[in-house]
């Protein structure tokens, strides 16, 4: 296995932790190993100045500038630099490099300070820019001010850099991998029958729309849930070797929340039992307050695992509601190893940079989170429903074909996420044509 070997400067001294975090992200990838010798197969200077004995030099002026320490860890205190230096680095036929007179690679942009800043979500910590559920808003983002959303970035830029410090000749330790994932939020196909039945009557009695009445009929009372959506998915899970992770919701009363983990009880361990007979997995759907509240999600992870006899080490948030300082510590103080909660209901792509997952990283205390965070890049309410986008068939399926080419072309792990019910019953041609393509 081939090493490499890092020398900070007096300067750049003080981001130490976040090299350190970067060189995690390289040999959790890439079959390299970071070590103190000088005789290491490649050196790299981050630095000022050029280290004599180096091969490959980079400037932590994108750390400098764009980052601050203090007593309270580490912020973002300035994204233009990083969008500038985004967009330089991605233009086409844009030099990314120059050799110098004695051979050492010099790298115009600080890619360590780059991929520190996509992979850890920094720009997210305190942020004010929420939207009506507190989430963090698209129109925020770094990639996507940068006309970039839907690219790997971090995946595409250190690859290349890979390759170009060892001259091709390191392999990837990761390949490529398929998660698909299925948010429970409704066992039934109602949160209420009582409230459904209303809301059916009103349609016909006081908004005279029948047509909306008859499409709530179809959606809301379908009698034949959960068992409908449930034996198409095992069925063609069965038929093309997948297996799927159920996120299933606990003990809440919250309007946000469905209950049946408290009024369909033996349904619910009918419904995940039969599911466990075929093969597939269980995780946790914490509901709408647990992303900053770890008495909620710990009560509710425990309430799962007493009442189905299972462990769970997955999760997704619902709502996808997630705060990047608190979720992925109260996620990993209770036992939860993967999160699949990264993404944005507006566009399909890679919230954390890459296809592959990375640590969740603690900003205080400057140091890595035992907790993957993996962005799930194919989000059903983002093609379908019209909430979010409006698209043709061709428009979706092309969307959603390129997550996966990146997937692939990167030795990524492709996350899906369909919910169960309605939207697999409507969507299910097209969810097959996706599972056919993966």
């Known amino acids: 296995m081939l090493s490499y070997k890092i020398i900070l400067d007096n300067n750049s001294t003080c981001f130490s932790s976040e090299v350190d975090y970067v060189s995690r992200y390289i040999e959790r990838c890439y079959l390299v190993k970071r070590t103190n010798s000088d005789k290491a197969d490649v050196i790299i200077s981050y630095g000022k100045s050029m280290k004599c004995d180096s091969n490959i030099h980079l400037t932590p002026e994108l750390m400098e500038f764009a980052l601050s320490v203090n007593n309270n860890g580490i912020s973002l205190v300035d994204k233009k630099p990083v969008i500038h230096a985004l967009k330089k680095c991605m233009a086409k036929n844009n030099e990314k490099y120059t050799t110098s007179s004695t ?43 940068a006309g970039l959303y839907g690219l790997p970035i971090v995946d595409m830029l250190i690859d290349e850099f890979i390759d170009i410090a060892f001259d091709g000749r390191v392999a990837r330790r990761l390949s490529y991998s398929i998660k698909i994932t299925h948010d429970i939020d409704r066992l039934r196909s109602y949160h209420s029958i009582w409230k459904s039945t209303r809301s059916v009557l009103g349609d016909i009695v006081k908004r005279m729309n029948p047509t909306l009445a008859l499409q709530r009929l179809r959606n809301e009372l379908n009698l034949l849930e959960p068992w409908s959506s449930q034996k198409k998915l095992i069925d063609i899970y069965s038929k093309l070797g997948f297996r799927a992770t159920f996120f299933v919701m606990g003990p809440s009363l919250y309007n946000m929340d469905s209950t049946y983990f408290l009024r369909m009880p033996k349904l619910l361990k009918s419904y995940i ?4 007979k075929n093969g597939h997995e269980i995780g946790l759907h914490p509901g709408y307050e647990s992303f900053y509240n770890k008495s909620i999600y710990s009560e509710q992870k425990q309430s799962v695992e007493e009442l189905l006899e299972i462990k769970l080490t997955s999760a997704r948030q619902h709502v996808l509601r997630f705060n990047i300082e608190q979720t992925p510590l109260i996620a990993s103080k209770c036992g939860i190893k993967s999160d699949f909660t990264l993404a944005y209901p507006e566009l399909l792509g890679f919230r954390n940079g890459t296809t592959r997952g990375m640590n969740a990283f603690d900003f205080f ?9 993996y962005s799930t890049s194919i989000v059903d309410f983002t093609l379908h429903g019209g909430k979010y986008n409006t698209l043709s068939l061709e428009e979706a399926s092309n969307m959603a074909n390129r997550m996966i080419y990146f997937c692939k072309k990167y030795d990524g792990k492709l996350v899906t996420l369909y919910h169960t019910g309605y939207m697999i019953n409507r969507h299910f041609q097209f969810y097959r044509k996706i599972l056919e393509s993966i």
């Open 103 to 145: 051979g050492v690679v010099c790298f115009k942009e600080d890619l360590i300070a780059l991929s520190f800043i996509l992979l850890s979500r920094i720009e997210e910590r305190s942020s004010l820019e929420l939207d009506q559920h507190e989430r963090y808003s698209i129109n925020n983002d770094i990639v996507f001010c």
């Open 273 to 276: 039992k039969l599911l466990l």
């Open 365 to 373: 205390n400057r140091k890595p989170i035992d907790l993957l965070m």
